[in-house]
């Protein structure tokens, strides 16, 4: 076993005497160790559970045979850190949690690990450590959250307390309106209850094969959550007596299988950085161009949260991720003779699955659209892309031609929306927000849910170099590379030039001349950096673009 290093032999014995120092027996160490990566904290909602489901983990491995053995892995709740300085430090940890915890399984030499996450960064974060660990893994997250209820019945999630802040500033909504929504948003623990982000990479987790079916939406609250969090627990020993490892399940077609998915689903814009990252830990490359090809031929089948009217719990009672794969198959769209985390191929694991609910999960013959959840827009503004979740765009904003409102940073932004001073029609261009830029790349739900609250998500766009929240709906287009601290021509906009955004042809033009833009890129500086210090200031000097993942360079 690969823990023979601290724990067999005469060598191993100063080893032994630390493990025994923590109350290990002699018979526990001739078992094979199983690391168990907890996130559990009591500052993100999606985590105040997680200290419960690791100790379901633990029993389900001792019941197989291992000795399980906790150590904790950092978790930002992106909802608490939205909208000041905090955000910044959202996407950097990314990074730090695939770092932290490549140091603790590689120092102690772990023979399998459980990963146990639920939000944004951490679900990333832990499958980057995976793939470049490589020692067989498994992951159960936390689960998602309730959707809440509002005194007449009616149910909300957390994109609709964002929006009702903007409700409020554009006074269709009085301040018990908004403590209305901020009692009843988030009702339980569990990462926010739409696709959003975290919601998002749980399901891709399934999806890849890396989670055993439910992990993606069985609720938080529910005791069948326990139930998987012990059979994972059984699984990885499974794993380890056949040397299953993330790089024999996290192959390229498994990407793409991925990827599809996340058409079918409508997921969150952040997968387009964190999939890339995943895929360069794991050896594979993907291409952010490839995205349309299999937005192209995937229909989207679900409009939860923030696209829709239903939430993950609804998407459970309809079969989950796998009733999704199950359509898609129908069309042959997914490879299954994959193999998974079950110990079975995709196909073994589809046997019997049926889709509970077409209202939820619509049939592949009637999809919402017959095209997927995200595009990728590229033109003069994006030379190396940008990225809408367009099942979430209303119909009427597909196609969009409108003067820019130029900000050089979010802040600048939602003063001027809360001032009233964006109207029907413009295009707010945030920018100086990317991953070198900002730094860290801030999540923009502020400034999309204010504009969709004061009622001009139907009428005004907005373009940046930052990313967007799972929970923003609307023409908030994101990811635009390069960004502007590495001079991309987003940094080049003017107050008042037209820009067009055309989505279903993937297309994006800042309507100016080469000619013009030439003067201009002349006589631009590039601003100072917002923060020289620190973490932050590593990690700007490190990162790459948004079409790249945002991955750090060595």
């Not at 000041?84 to 730090?96: F, P, Q």
């Not at 982000?197 to 005791?223: V, W």
């Not at 009622?455 to 929970?471: K, N, P, Q």
């Not at 008042?496 to 833009?517: F, H, Q, R, W, Y």
Request: charged share 20%; hydrophobic share 40%; proline share 6%.
């Amino acid at each position: 076993m690969r823990s023979d290093v601290v724990t067999k032999g005469i060598p191993a014995a100063p080893n032994r005497s630390l493990l025994y120092a923590l109350g290990y027996t002699a018979e526990e160490l001739e078992r094979p160790l199983i690391g168990v990566v907890c996130s559990y904290n009591e500052i993100v909602p999606g985590h105040m559970n997680l200290d419960k489901l690791a100790e379901a983990v633990k029993a389900g491995v001792r019941a197989a045979g291992g000795t399980p053995i906790e150590f904790p892995a950092i978790a930002v709740c992106d909802g608490i850190a939205m909208g000041h300085v905090g955000m910044k430090y959202s996407l950097v940890t990314r990074d730090l949690i695939a770092d932290s915890t490549e140091a603790m399984a590689m120092a102690h030499q772990f023979d399998g690990l459980v990963m146990i996450p639920n939000c944004d960064k951490n679900v990333p974060g832990l499958l980057m450590a995976a793939a470049r660990v490589n020692v067989p893994t498994i992951f159960v997250s936390g689960g998602p959250m309730l959707a809440g209820h509002l005194n007449d019945g009616r149910r909300t999630c957390l994109s609709h307390m964002f929006e009702a802040v903007g409700a409020y500033h554009a006074g269709t909504l009085d301040e018990a309106g908004v403590r209305e929504y901020e009692e009843n948003a988030c009702p339980s623990c569990g990462s926010c209850s739409g696709m959003y982000t975290a919601n998002s990479m749980n399901c891709l987790t399934e999806a890849i094969g890396m989670a055993l079916p439910g992990n993606g939406t069985i609720p938080a609250p529910y005791s069948a959550r326990l139930r998987l969090a012990k059979h994972a627990g059984m699984q990885i020993m499974e794993l380890v007596t056949r040397d299953i490892k993330p790089r024999d399940i996290m192959t390229p077609a498994a990407f793409h299988n991925a990827e599809t998915v996340d058409m079918a689903l409508g997921c969150s814009t952040n997968t387009m950085l964190h999939l890339p990252a995943i895929a360069h830990e794991a050896g594979v490359e993907l291409d952010l161009d490839a995205t349309n090809a299999i937005s192209a031929k995937t229909p989207n089948l679900c409009h939860l949260a923030p696209a829709g009217d239903t939430f993950m719990e609804d998407l459970e009672r309809a079969g989950g991720v796998l009733a999704v794969m199950k359509e898609l198959t129908k069309k042959d769209l997914l490879d299954t003779s994959l193999m998974t985390c079950t110990g079975k191929t995709l196909a073994e694991n589809l046997e019997g699955v049926v889709n509970r609910d077409e209202n939820i999960i619509r049939p592949l013959e009637n999809p919402y659209s017959q095209s997927g959840g995200i595009a990728v827009l590229k033109g003069n503004l994006a030379p190396d892309g940008c990225v809408v979740k367009q099942s979430a765009v209303a119909p009427e904003m597909m196609v969009h031609r409108g003067p820019a409102r130029v900000f050089n940073s979010e802040d600048e932004a939602i003063a001027q929306i809360y001032a009233k001073a964006i109207h029907p029609g413009d295009v707010v261009i945030i920018r100086y927000e990317g991953p070198k830029g900002g730094p860290g790349m801030r999540e923009m739900l502020n400034p999309t849910s204010a504009i969709c609250g004061m009622g001009l998500g139907e009428s005004v766009a907005l373009i940046t170099d930052g990313r967007f929240s799972g929970a923003t709906r609307g023409a908030a287009i994101g990811h635009v590379s390069p960004e502007a601290a590495a001079g991309g021509n987003i940094a080049l906009v003017e107050e008042g030039d037209m820009i067009a955004i055309d989505i279903p042809n993937c297309k994006i033009t800042l309507e100016v001349s080469d000619e013009e833009l030439a003067k201009r890129r002349a006589a631009w500086v590039c601003p100072e950096p917002k923060i020289k210090t620190g973490y932050l200031a590593r990690y700007a000097k490190l990162v790459s673009s948004a079409d790249k993942g945002a991955i750090l360079s060595i």
